[in-house]
C-alpha cells in the first residue's frame, strides 16, 4: 500500500525508506517505525539529515519563543516601546551565540566536525589545508596560462600546448608551490 507522505522538506530518500518499511510490514505500526528507523540510519547522508533537522528545530523552537515572548510582552505592556515598535521582525536575537552553537557541529574541516577536533590534530588539519589551498592556487594559475597560450573558446588545452611544454610548467607550479 502506497501512502501519501507529505512532501515539506523531507527528503525522498527518507521518504522512500519510511515507504519501504511500510510496504514491507503493513498493518504492523510498531515494526513499521522500527523497520523506517533503521533504514533511515543506513541511509549515506544520514548524518546530514540529522544536522537539518536538529537545525530546523531550534530555528522553530527560536521562532515560537520569540513569538509567545513577543505575544506576552504586549499583551502584560498593552503598548510597545517606540523603540521595539520599529524593530524588524527578522532582527537577530540578543543571544543570538547561544543559538547558534550547533556551529561546532555544521563547520567541517578536514572531514571533522570543528567543535570535535583536537589541539594535537591542528598541525596536521592546518599542513592538509594548506596543501590544499596551494593545489587550488596551482590549478587557477595553470588554467590562467594556459589561457594566455592562446586556449579560448572551444579550443582544447591539448590542441594549443604541447605535451612537453605543459609538463615544463606543472613542474614550475609545483616547485612554486610545494604541492
Known amino acids: 500500500m502506497t501512502v501519501d507522505l507529505p512532501d515539506d522538506n523531507v527528503p525522498k530518500e527518507i521518504r522512500d525508506a519510511v515507504q519501504a518499511a511500510i510496504d514491507a510490514n503493513p498493518g504492523d505500526i510498531d515494526q513499521e517505525i522500527a523497520d523506517a528507523q533503521r533504514r533511515v540510519?543506513?541511509?549515506?547522508?544520514?548524518?546530514t539529515f540529522v544536522d537539518n533537522l536538529v537545525s530546523y528545530a531550534v530555528k522553530k523552537m527560536v521562532?515560537?519563543?520569540?513569538?509567545?515572548?513577543?505575544?506576552?510582552?504586549?499583551?502584560?505592556?498593552?503598548?510597545?516601546?517606540?523603540?521595539?515598535?520599529?524593530?524588524?521582525?527578522?532582527?537577530?536575537?540578543?543571544?543570538?551565540?547561544?543559538?547558534?552553537?550547533g556551529v561546532f557541529v555544521r563547520t567541517k574541516i578536514g572531514g571533522h566536525d570543528l567543535g570535535d577536533i583536537?589541539?594535537?590534530?591542528?598541525?596536521?588539519?592546518?599542513?592538509?589545508?594548506?596543501?590544499?589551498?596551494?593545489?587550488?592556487?596551482?590549478?587557477?594559475?595553470l588554467l590562467e596560462w594556459c589561457e594566455g597560450q592562446g586556449v579560448t573558446g572551444d579550443?582544447?588545452?591539448?590542441?594549443?600546448?604541447t605535451e612537453r611544454k605543459m609538463w615544463t610548467k606543472i613542474q614550475q607550479l609545483t616547485r612554486k608551490y610545494g604541492v
Open 41 to 47: 540510519r543506513k541511509l549515506r547522508n544520514f548524518r
Open 63 to 101: 521562532w515560537d519563543l520569540r513569538h509567545q515572548m513577543t505575544r506576552g510582552t504586549k499583551a502584560a505592556a498593552k503598548q510597545w516601546d517606540a523603540a521595539q515598535a520599529k524593530k524588524r521582525p527578522n532582527d537577530p536575537p540578543e543571544n543570538l551565540d547561544k543559538i547558534f552553537m
Open 118 to 141: 583536537l589541539g594535537k590534530d591542528i598541525p596536521a588539519l592546518v599542513a592538509a589545508e594548506k596543501m590544499l589551498a596551494n593545489g587550488h592556487l596551482l590549478n587557477a594559475e
Open 155 to 161: 579550443v582544447r588545452v591539448s590542441d594549443v600546448i
